[in-house]
């Protein structure tokens, strides 16, 4: 069965964009659900999950735009945001991923803290 959920135009183009038309926590939410896996914030800065992240919404929505309009700023996001929901809608329905290209916590910690990096092990909490 295939799970799915709408979620407001804005923020499937943050993803298709790169760019952040919405609140951070809804970007990551959507972004979670689009790929099926767990996201680190780091791993916003990956250009390769970026990437696929892009062309997953691609295939779910063709028309999401992959640019946001160039300049775009607070003078003109409101435009933008008009525009965008006047051609897709405010809402659109992404499936949910199968989390097969999901990425370690430790994936993308830049080279510079390489041994400088402390990993938390946290042990179960089973009854």
């Not at 767990?38 to 999950?49: A, E, K, L, M, V």
């Amino acid at each position: 069965m295939t799970v799915t959920r709408d979620f407001p135009t804005i923020v499937i183009a943050s993803l298709s964009t790169g760019v952040l038309l919405c609140k951070f926590e809804e970007m990551h939410d959507a972004a979670e659900f689009l790929m099926g896996h767990p996201i680190c914030t780091h791993h916003f800065g990956s250009r390769d999950i970026w990437k696929e992240m892009q062309r997953t919404v691609l295939e779910q929505c063709p028309g999401m735009p992959t640019d946001a309009a160039p300049g775009i700023d607070a003078t003109n996001y409101v435009g933008f945001v008009v525009k965008l929901e006047a051609e897709i809608g405010k809402a659109v329905k992404i499936r949910k991923g199968d989390g097969l290209t999901a990425m370690l916590p430790t994936d993308g910690i830049p080279e510079r803290l390489n041994g400088r990096t402390i990993i938390v092990e946290v042990p179960s909490q089973r009854s």
